[in-house]
């Protein structure tokens, strides 16, 4: 199955089922990978190694296309000749299906669920989204939050850019990697409701480099996210 016959999204509406698949990630995991940022806590609040159908949608696969089209689709995408370009087109010769700017939109919807989803302490829409050992990361923040009787309180305010700076395919895997900035609005109140970090009215900005992986040998067209680094 190619990676781009579904891109699949991990985005949860609730009353809504939609399928959207992504397909790619860069980098190796490191057992180190970050929770997203958190403007009300450090962003080193957690560090630590790492489908439910009702959390999956799916977009209709997108026809065949000549191979003409396709690096076409490619250099609309990408200057012809970038390294990024170039990747590309490595990746939809082993996968035709691909498409950077479906993807990219997969991403974006990634983003805010695994985002809120973190803040909202939801463990079982991590963990359908999240690759093992980001999810223990993930898990390990939650638990610290809990621990101390903490509630977070956030309103994703929307994105304001995402680019994909990277592709390939490494090890059976495919891989994106994507830049993404964005706007959140988010405070931290102890057990007695205290505020004791962020702002519940202040707009803050987050900048984050996630990487997206699919298991090319697999039958799942799943993504999930296997990497994340917070830019400072």
């Known amino acids: 199955m ?3 016959d579904f891109i699949t999204l991990f985005f949860l509406v609730a009353a809504v089922l939609i399928f959207l698949q992504l397909r ?25 190694p790492g489908a439910d159908d009702s959390k999956v949608v799916t977009l209709p696969r997108r026809d065949e296309v000549s191979a003409d089209d396709r690096f076409g689709l490619i250099d609309a995408f990408a200057k012809p000749g970038t390294p990024l370009n170039n990747a590309l087109r490595a ?7 691909f498409d950077p700017k479906e993807f ?3 991403a974006r919807m990634a983003y805010e669920m695994i985002v809120m ?23 390990a923040a939650i638990s610290e939050r809990e621990a101390a009787g903490n509630v977070v309180k956030s309103t994703f305010v929307g994105i304001e850019k995402a680019t994909l700076t990277q592709a390939g395919v490494k090890d059976n895997e495919e891989q994106m990697t994507v830049r993404i900035v964005c706007q959140l609005i988010s405070a931290t109140y102890d057990k007695a409701g205290k505020l004791i970090d962020g702002d519940a009215e202040a707009v803050t900005e987050v900048n984050d480099i996630w990487t997206f992986a699919r298991d090319m040998r697999s039958r799942d067209p799943n993504w999930k996210l296997i990497a994340t680094e917070s830019e400072v």
């Open 2 to 4: 190619g990676s781009n």
């Open 24 to 48: 790619s990630v860069l980098g190796r995991r490191t057992g180190n990978e970050k929770p997203p940022m958190e403007p009300y806590s450090p962003r080193d609040l957690a560090k630590g």
């Open 91 to 97: 990746v939809i010769k082993v996968d035709p299906t």
């Open 104 to 106: 990219l939109n997969g």
């Open 117 to 139: 989803a973190f803040a909202d302490g939801d463990r079982k829409t991590l963990k359908n989204l999240l690759s093992r050992e980001v999810y223990e990361g993930f898990d």
